[in-house]
């Protein structure tokens, strides 16, 4: 009788997993509502507005091709909290993507940051001017 319980038990466990993979899949952006998504493919830097309370995601490819790995980003955490560092491939290869929700109003940069493959000093790879609360100048 026991191992009839343990055997339904074991059933319905692998039948609730097996279900629960049919209805969650991978997403970039983890689920999160971003509002903004800054694809930097080509461009160096970008500059975007966003509200307090936004999630934004900086999309960047992994530069591998150039000997290179995205080591980390630099940003102020007064103005902004890191939610999800994904490493993730696309059609063109290996990408990251970090989510970040805006804290404060102001304007800040995030750095995503490189290092050679093989060590050695960390360079900025992309840079995103980020302004939340929409005050983009001295005059406003």
């Not at 290996?94 to 060590?119: C, E, H, Q, W």
């Amino acid at each position: 009788m026991m191992f009839i319980k343990i055997n339904n038990f074991a059933l319905l466990s692998i039948f609730i997993l097996t279900l629960s993979g049919c209805f969650g899949g991978y997403s970039p952006d983890a689920g999160l509502d971003v509002s903004e998504i800054v694809s930097l493919d080509d461009e160096y830097q970008a500059e975007i507005v966003v509200e307090r309370g936004e999630i934004f995601a900086l999309d960047v490819p992994e530069p591998v091709a150039s000997g290179y790995r995205v080591s980390g980003a630099s940003f102020d955490p007064a103005m902004f909290r890191m939610e999800r560092y994904l490493a993730y491939d696309a059609d063109g290869g290996p990408r990251i993507r970090y989510l970040f929700t805006a804290l404060a109003d102001g304007a800040s940069d995030v750095n995503v940051k490189m290092r050679p493959a093989a060590g050695g000093r960390e360079d900025v790879y992309r840079t995103v001017h980020v302004v939340v609360g929409g005050e983009s100048g001295l005059l406003f």
